[in-house]
Every structure is written in structure tokens, then in C-alpha cells.
């Protein structure tokens, strides 16, 4: 069946009531195409049609944010890939994520403007499954690449001078690393351990959380663990130590300041603790905005598989539009905070930069995703 041109739908043929929306004899399910009727589960049948405003704002919004997601981690990646002062180790994973972000909106915006177009998905089984797939992959590889940026700075900020050196070598094994582990997560359902299928929405497809057979609800348990609960618990982890570090460091340079009867200490080192500390706030933003985007398809799943509520079609709209703009916060926040990216960006594009002019703690500030100094040994 062509998207280009208009579908037939043979649910639309059901007589005069078939041209609104909210008809007593109506469902959800109406305008999925015959080829996909068997991959939506029997739950989403008590539900009315969708008011097709909500499919207009979630296919507007949706190309919104694709073009910001695009736009934002397109600059960040050819920002980071043609300034020599960036390529450095840390900034390794900082290109991962841009990379994961703009893959996500490149390979999922435009099919689900279409589908919001239509209503429903219109893209096959096929598709259906490459898409759930691939929003899995990219946002799980988006998940770890958060987890191992907060171990990295954890390494620099708490271990210091103990810490070992992060190489460009160890960089790229930690990379190897979450894509292996993310592709491992999202083929499992290609392969009949759960399966990818309509949301309720029926514009977009995900893990299949509402069966309650032991391998689909096996799934999404372990997947839930290893793919939220654990790297949260590690961002958390060191996070918490990072902060414990600062404020201790922080707490000793302000006695040693009284002991010296100076009002502050204005080494080097102090300098770029500050600077560290700046930025640590800035990487907990960050991962405080990839929580609100992922816990409701969390919430979602968890309730599917324990059925103790109602699930709607117009929540997995906001469970979609949550997770999607996850992929447009991390060019916005390193935009504004990595003094060297705002350097190279008014370079590059002056005409973007609302505020010129060099950030005089930029040499302070670590060239490595903002946060890790690594001296020109360690880059080797």
C-alpha cells in the first residue's frame, strides 16, 4: 500500500457514522489497516476514536521537534567533529549522544507526521517492527551514553589524580560497549522475545507491554532494569559523590580563605573547581530532563504488564511526545554551557549567538564534554 496517496481502509466503509470520530459503534481500531489488524491487541477495542486534533498536535509537534533535534545535534556533531580543541576522549561520548539524538528524530519524525496524517500507522508490519526497533536502539544507546558521561566525570571530579587516564582507546571501548548492549536489547523482540506492535495511538509502534504471556512480561521486566532502573542508579550514584566532593572542596577552601584572612582563594585549582561545579549542575539538568522523558513510557509499561489501570490511547500521545523531545534537550543545554562549543559555535556561526564574547574561564573549563581535563598524553 503507497502512502502517497489515499489509503483505503476497508473499516472506513462502515457507513455514515465512519466520518466522525467518538460514534458509539466506533473504535480506536477503525482505521488500522487490514495488514496490521493482527499485531493490535484486543484491550485497545473499548476505546472510541481519537478526536483527530490530537493526532494534528502530536504529528505538529513532532516535526517541531525533528527539525530542532536535527537542526540542534546536526551543529553539535560538526561543531565537535571540525574543532581540534574538542576531540578529546570525554567529548567521545558527548558525539555518541548527539549522534543517538539525531538518528532517533532522522529515522522516526517523518513516518509519524505521515501516520499522525492519516490517523493510524500505514507503513506495514515490516516498518512497524524497524521502527519500534530503532526507537528502542537509539534511545536505549541515548540512556547509557548519559550513564557513562556521569561515570566520567565521577572518575575526574571525586577520583581526581587517582582516577585512570581516559584514553581515546577506552573512549571508543565504552561506545563498543552500549551499542552492543543496546542492539542486543532491541533485536530480542525480532526474535520472540516479546515483539514490536501499534501503540495505542496507532501512529506509532512500541514494545508490546499488554500481552500477558511469561516471555513478553519477562521482557519487559529485564529490559526495565537494565535499560532504565540500572543506568538511573548509576547517574544517581555518581552524581551524589560528585556533589558530596565539590561541597567538601569547596567547605576546605573557605577555611583555609578565613585561616589566610583573604576572602577567597583564586588559584587555578579553585577556578576550575568552580568551573566543575557549574557544569555538574548542568549534567544533572540534563539527566533530570531525560528522567521526565522516559519515566512515563516506564509508567506505561509497567502498568500495561501489571494491568492494575486504564491505559488510554491519548497517554501513549504524551508518553511519544515526552520521549522524542529527550533528543532536543542535550544540543540546547551544551549550546549554553560548554564555553568552548559557544566559542567555536560563534565562530563557525556567529549569527546564532545571542550573547558574544570568550568566556574567560574557558581555559579553566575542561575540554572534555565540559567537564574531564586530560593532559595531550592522555589524548594519544
Known sequence: MS?????????????????????SNLTVVDKVTPDMIHLVDAYWYQFPPMNPLWHGILGFSIAVLGFISIFGNGMVLYIFASTKALRTPSNLLVVNLAFSDFSMMFCMAFPMVVNCY?????????????????????????????????????????????????????????????????????????????????????????????????????YIYAYSFFVYFLPLFMIIYCY????????????????????????????SEA????????????????????????????VVNCVGVLGSSKITPLATIWCSLFAKANACYNPIVYGISHPKYRQALEKKFPSLVCAKGSDKTSDAVSTTSGVTNV???EKA
Not at 3 to 23: D, I, L, N, R, T
Open 3 to 23: 502512502v502517497m496517496g489515499q489509503p483505503s481502509f476497508a473499516a472506513w466503509s462502515g457507513g455514515p457514522q465512519a466520518s466522525g470520530f467518538g460514534g
Open 118 to 218: 492519516y490517523e493510524t500507522w500505514v507503513w506495514g508490519p515490516l516498518f512497524c517492527a524497524l521502527y519500534g526497533m530503532f526507537g528502542s536502539l537509539f534511545g536505549c544507546v541515548s540512556i547509557w551514553t548519559m550513564a557513562f558521561i556521569a561515570l566520567d566525570r565521577y572518575n575526574v571530579i571525586v577520583k581526581g589524580l587517582s582516577a585512570k587516564p581516559f584514553t581515546k582507546k577506552v573512549a571508543f571501548l565504552w561506545i563498543l560497549i552500549i551499542w552492543l548492549m543496546s542492539v542486543g536489547w532491541t533485536i530480542a523482540p525480532l526474535f520472540g522475545w516479546n515483539r514490536y506492535v501499534p501503540e495505542g495511538n496507532m501512529a506509532a509502534c512500541g514494545t508490546d507491554y499488554l500481552s500477558k504471556d511469561l516471555l513478553s512480561i519477562s
Open 240 to 267: 551524589f559523590y560528585i556533589v558530596q566532593a565539590v561541597a567538601t572542596h569547596e567547605k576546605a577552601m573557605r577555611e583555609q580563605a578565613k585561616k589566610m584572612n583573604v576572602a577567597s582563594l583564586r588559584s
Open 271 to 298: 577556578a576550575a573547581t568552580s568551573a566543575e561545579c557549574k557544569l555538574a549542575k548542568i549534567a544533572l539538568m540534563t539527566i533530570a530532563l531525560w528522567f521526565f522523558a522516559w519515566t512515563p513510557y516506564l
Open 375 to 377: 593532559t595531550e598524553g
